[in-house]
């Protein structure tokens, strides 16, 4: 595969409008109306403490009756992290809920607010933030080689994670968004990459859907490509350097990973996918220039969305990766999208991911989509 054209990557996070972090399953705004609140006070009849959300199954009387209304909030790993349990809240405790409504008429609210009732005090809200860079910067670990170690030192753990965008566009577009990718005016799509008409149509489709066609939201599809490196849960690079290949655990995804070569071989793979080329995550193919590790990413499928926000790809799709390690606890990723199909031209962008050291990565499954 020949290279993309280079591209100048520039870092534009400042345009970039992360109003929370990425939901973990769906954009929020996907299954709810952020435009119509809800508060109710009710009595506590469940809580469903899995993933992908959390549901806490509520009692309301009205004129109606007693209606059960569920509760969606975020996933067991953010609220675990957060300070919060199962048992934070249990049947028979009294609480006022301030939410916005499911857009298809359910009784269902995503709840923006949980408080007890007697004490008004906040509940299972995420408060999860990056750990705090050390004021001296610690100096990037290497290999006997020289070469950078973008994983842990041996038996010491620790992945990357709290990305500093979620979303993807290209640099200088300057274009607001949320953190899940949805735009603040669907009038700024054609600013956010060089779409094809067809891809800048099925883009406006699915941003006007709110994302509700995000098949890792219908059918959890795995987030490949870009995607994994947008997730609050974060990847582990687990590198087996006699081998010249590094596994790329996915804290998301159904524990799912990639594999990128070291050795030189021809970036090659059936279409249909084999143990080299997961369709998902395409066959990636890495050296190294200097301290930067570059990877080339072809055989892709069209069966799942490369990057929050829809961005529409084809199969014709290649990505040219840089991922650079300047201190001990900041990674630089880098971006190339090169996709014919979709886009007039290749386009870039980039990011950071900060390192949580000393643990492994969470435990997720997307194992009931509650659509």
């Known amino acids: 595969m020949s290279r993309p054209a280079a591209l100048g990557i520039g870092f534009a996070l400042g345009a970039l409008l992360l109003a929370q972090a990425a939901s973990a399953h769906h954009a929020v705004v996907a299954k709810f109306d952020d435009t119509k609140a809800l508060r109710f006070d009710g009595i506590v009849t469940s809580v469903d403490w899995r993933n992908p959300h959390v549901h806490v199954f509520v009692n309301v009387t009205n004129a109606a009756g007693v209606q059960n209304w569920a509760v969606e909030l975020e996933s067991t790993v953010l609220l675990v992290k957060s300070g919060w349990s199962h048992d ?9 809920v301030d939410g916005i409504v499911a857009r298809d008429g359910t009784r269902q609210v995503w709840g923006r607010d949980v408080l007890e009732s007697a004490t008004q005090r906040k509940v299972l809200y995420v408060t999860d933030t990056a750990p705090q860079a050390p004021l001296s910067p610690r100096p990037t670990p290497r290999w006997p080689d020289g070469k950078p170690r973008l994983g842990a030192v041996d038996g010491t753990g620790g992945y990357w994670a709290y990305p500093t965008s979620t979303v993807l566009a290209q640099a200088g577009a300057n274009v607001a968004m949320d953190a899940d990718g949805v735009l603040a005016k669907l009038a700024d799509a054609p600013r956010v990459a060089p779409f094809q008409p067809w891809a800048l ?23 490949g490509a870009v995607r994994q490196f947008q997730s609050p849960y974060g990847v582990q690079f687990v590198e087996d350097h006699e081998r010249n290949r590094i596994f790329v655990l996915l804290g998301s995804g159904n524990r799912n990973y990639r594999i990128i070569y070291l050795d030189g071989r021809d970036q090659q793979g059936q279409v249909q996918g084999d143990d080299d080329n997961p369709l998902y995550y395409g066959r990636a193919v890495g050296r190294w220039e200097g301290d930067t590790l570059v990877v080339e990413t072809t055989g892709f499928n069209e069966d799942f969305w490369f990057t ?7 199969d014709r799709m290649s990505l040219v990766e840089r991922f650079s390690r300047p201190t001990e606890d900041s990674l630089r990723y880098e971006v190339t999208v090169d996709d014919p199909g979709a886009y007039t031209k290749p386009w870039s962008s980039g990011w950071e991911l900060r390192w949580v050291g000393g643990e492994e990565l969470p435990v997720y499954f997307c194992q009931d989509n509650r659509s």
Do not use: I, M
């Open 88 to 96: 934070t809240l249990r049947p028979g405790d009294a609480v006022t």
């Open 308 to 314: 929050n926000g829809g961005l529409p790809h084809t």
């Open 201 to 223: 149509g099925l883009y406006e489709h699915r941003q006007s859907r709110h994302l509700a066609d995000d098949p890792g939201y219908l059918n959890c599809k795995a987030p």
